[in-house]
């Protein structure tokens, strides 16, 4: 099973670890890999590398664990291209020791994932190079599933709604286990929610788009001519419904073993209801309905899904933003940033500017070593706020300009990547 197959590889890797501590570089690396100096831990493990290297030690699982290793670092000192070129090496190095498929093809989509936040053009090219006639066949079905649903992901990120949604359509009636399935059904409402109202217009993202399209076209794409507006209507009405379909599948809901739990879930997670009945219910933040951290990027989503299209229906999305904050501060603080950004925005727009500048810069705060677009749009609304102030105009001018130098850095999907549920590289 793919669980079984995951806990296969992380007692290997251990076992290669304990191998590789022998060795005092490798020993320094991880001393100050645990102390947080990645640029110093980075060097130390690149000298193990060179070694391993002039010792004729690079066909070994050994060196494999070591590439892992420089991908983590690459990752912390912002070094993505380098991280690509490990995770490529890694697919090299497996393939020169063994003929284990599983192993192999979890890394290329190893290296696909990380293309989706790093080079969404490769991510594409190879997203379609697997999933092409004779390379399909040699992947086993767990991870074809992944990747199918990586290259949904991918067209999504690029604007290319409607292969994204046949990918992504494709994956579920694959029936991928709970967690792929939430993830897949989440991405799927975002496509059918952008392919109608385009939340994000950007001309590289549409330049970037043009050449992909000239380049290759998918052997399974839809003409654009052949996919109605009332196609796209019919795909629109269903985004909320997925929204909570996706949440139903992360927390597995049907297995619930309480039955009063499980009835409350799904109470909250009714289809054809922009909110629950008894919004009281659901007040409680000491109530657990929901527990999976992989939730709250779908329930930020309803949020904001309500606020930009369904302009009646503010204390329902009021309701789902307080839900989705309680939730990631309780579950998933690393997700926390978004929720709080659009809780500074509403304090803004509701005139409660202490409340709002006490809350951009709790959310600058926990940005500060990040790359993330959502420290681009922080920068921007704070430094919008504080411009209209007459004495304090200097300070926001200065935060916009901040917002646009990390906007130039940052890869153009990354806006998109804020609201798509994409597993982590793992390694």
């Not at 004729?56 to 070129?85: F, G, H, P, W």
């Not at 646009?404 to 998109?416: G, Q, V």
Request: with cysteine; hydrophobic share 35%.
């Amino acid at each position: 099973s793919e669980t079984n197959e995951g806990k296969a590889g992380k007692i290997y890797q251990r076992i290669h670890d304990e191998q590789l501590r022998k060795i005092d570089d490798y020993k320094q690396a991880l001393i100050y890999f645990q102390k947080s100096k990645f640029n110093i831990s980075h060097e130390y493990f690149e000298k193990v590398k060179t070694y391993m290297e002039q010792n004729n030690q690079v066909d070994s699982e050994n060196y494999i664990t070591l590439l892992k290793r420089l991908v983590v670092t690459s990752y912390m000192i912002r070094k993505y291209s380098q991280a690509e070129m490990y995770l490529e090496q890694i697919i090299t190095t497996r393939m020169k020791i063994t003929s284990n498929e599983a192993l192999i093809y979890t890394d290329y989509n190893n290296l696909m994932l990380h293309c989706l936040r790093a080079n969404l053009g490769r991510a594409v090219k190879l997203g379609k190079a697997l999933l092409s006639g004779k390379e399909r066949n040699n992947i086993p079905i767990a991870i074809q599933k992944q990747i199918v649903s990586n290259l949904g992901s991918a067209y999504l990120l690029n604007g290319d709604y409607i292969d994204a949604k046949a990918r992504l359509k494709e994956c579920i009636e694959m029936k991928p286990n709970n967690k792929l399935l939430g993830q897949t059904l989440n991405n799927l409402s975002l496509a059918c929610w952008w392919h109608k109202i385009p939340v994000y217009q950007d001309k590289k993202a549409q330049q970037q788009k043009i050449q992909t399209e000239e380049e290759e076209q998918d052997e399974n794409e839809v003409k654009k001519a052949e996919y109605t507006l009332e196609q796209i209507d019919q795909d629109f009405s269903t985004v909320l419904n997925l929204f909570k379909k996706s949440i139903y599948a992360i927390e597995d809901v049907d297995n619930i073993e309480s039955i009063e739990k499980r009835q409350k879930v799904q109470a909250l997670l009714r289809e054809g209801k922009f909110a629950p009945d008894n919004l009281l219910e659901f007040s409680n933040p000491e109530d657990e309905f929901l527990s999976n951290k992989d939730s709250g990027v779908p329930l930020l989503n309803i949020g904001e899904f309500l606020i930009a299209t369904q302009r009646d229906k503010q204390k329902e999305a009021i309701f789902w933003f307080k839900y989705a904050l309680t939730f990631n501060q309780k579950h998933n603080p690393i997700n926390l940033d978004r929720g709080l950004l659009n809780l500074a925005m509403f304090c803004n727009s509701t005139k409660q500017y202490d409340l709002a500048e006490n809350t951009f810069k709790n959310v600058l705060k926990m940005l500060e070593d990040k790359d993330r677009y959502n420290k681009v749009l922080c920068l921007q609304a704070y430094g919008s706020m504080l411009e209209k102030i007459p004495e304090r105009s200097k300070e926001g001018k200065k935060l916009i300009s901040d917002a646009y130098a990390l906007a130039e850095k940052l890869p153009y999907w990354s806006i998109k990547l804020e609201q798509l549920s994409i597993p982590t590289v793992d390694i």
